[in-house]
C-alpha cells in the first residue's frame, strides 16, 4: 500500500515539474496572439501604394486566419482560475496593448492608400466578435 502512494506521488511529482517547465496553454494562446498582431501590423507596413497592397494580401490573409485560429482555440479552453488571470494580465497586457497599438496605427494609415481598403478586407476577421 505503501509502495503505491509513493509511486503516485513520484508520478504526480514528475508530472508536475515537466508541466512546471512548460508555459500555461493560456500563455501560449496569448503569446500566438500577440505575434499574430505583430505579423499583421508588419504586412501593413509594407504597404505603401497599390501594388504593395496587392502584394500584402496573401500574408495578411495568412495572420488573420492565424489569429482567428488561435481564437477558436481559445474560446474552448476553460477559463483560467483567478491567479493565473492575474499572472497573465501583468505579463501580457503590456505587449498586447502595443502590439494592438502598432497594428491600429497601420491599419489608419492603410487607409488612406489607394488598394488599402481592399487589402484591410483581409484582416476583417480579425476585427469581429466571434459568432457564438
Avoid at 515539474?17 to 493560456?26: H, M
Avoid at 502584394?55 to 474552448?76: G, H, M
Avoid at 496593448?97 to 487607409?111: C, G, H, I, L
Wanted: charged share 35%; with cysteine; hydrophobic share 45%.
Amino acid at each position: 500500500m505503501a509502495t503505491r502512494a509513493w509511486a503516485a506521488v513520484l508520478t504526480l511529482f514528475s508530472v508536475a515539474c515537466v508541466v512546471a517547465g512548460e508555459a500555461s496553454p493560456y500563455e501560449k494562446a496569448l503569446e500566438k496572439v500577440v505575434q499574430s498582431f505583430d505579423k499583421i501590423s508588419d504586412s501593413l507596413k509594407t504597404i505603401i501604394d497599390e501594388d504593395s497592397a496587392n502584394t500584402a494580401k496573401p500574408e495578411l490573409r495568412k495572420a488573420a486566419d492565424a489569429f482567428i485560429a488561435v481564437r477558436a482555440k481559445a474560446d474552448q479552453m476553460q477559463p483560467p482560475e483567478k491567479d493565473e488571470k492575474i499572472r497573465l494580465e501583468k505579463l501580457f497586457k503590456p505587449k498586447m496593448d502595443a502590439s494592438m497599438k502598432r497594428m491600429f496605427t497601420e491599419m489608419v494609415r492603410v487607409e488612406l492608400i489607394p488598394g488599402g481598403k481592399e487589402a484591410l478586407k483581409e484582416i476583417s476577421g480579425v476585427l469581429k466578435k466571434p459568432a457564438k
